[in-house]
């Protein structure tokens, strides 16, 4: 039997919370890989393509927000005026 892809595989086992893997499986359609999902995340997370925004505070978040929005919109005003609050 052909093998469908070149690249090598190895399987490995991690400990996850268990609420959180049966998160995943609901988000999951029948003809979708688990590995697949979870390799992507592995790969995006090594590319630094990721924001973590747990690990981020409030005023940082708005912070991105306030970068990726357009100075002459409305959410950038009320962007503005929440940094203003969190900044006190």
Same mark, same amino acid.
């Given at each position: 039997?052909? #093998?469908? @892809? /070149?690249?090598?595989?190895? =399987?490995?086992?991690?400990?996850? =919370?268990?609420? !959180? !893997?049966?998160?995943?499986?609901?988000?999951? $359609?029948? /003809? %979708? &890989?688990? &590995? #697949?999902?979870?390799?992507?995340?592995?790969?995006? *997370?090594?590319?630094?393509?990721? +924001?973590?925004?747990? &690990?981020?505070?409030?005023? %940082? +978040?708005?912070? /991105?927000?306030? /970068? %990726?929005?357009? =100075?002459? &919109? $409305?959410? *950038?005003?009320? !962007? @503005?005026?929440?940094? %203003? +609050?969190? $900044?006190?």
């Amino acid at each position: 039997m052909k #093998r469908r @892809t /070149n690249r090598r595989t190895a =399987p490995v086992h991690v400990t996850i =919370p268990v609420r !959180l !893997l049966e998160d995943l499986d609901e988000t999951l $359609s029948f /003809n %979708q &890989s688990r &590995s #697949r999902i979870i390799t992507k995340l592995i790969e995006n *997370y090594l590319e630094g393509d990721q +924001i973590h925004i747990g &690990s981020m505070t409030k005023r %940082q +978040i708005v912070i /991105n927000l306030i /970068n %990726q929005t357009d =100075p002459e &919109s $409305s959410e *950038y005003v009320l !962007l @503005t005026s929440l940094l %203003q +609050i969190l $900044s006190k």
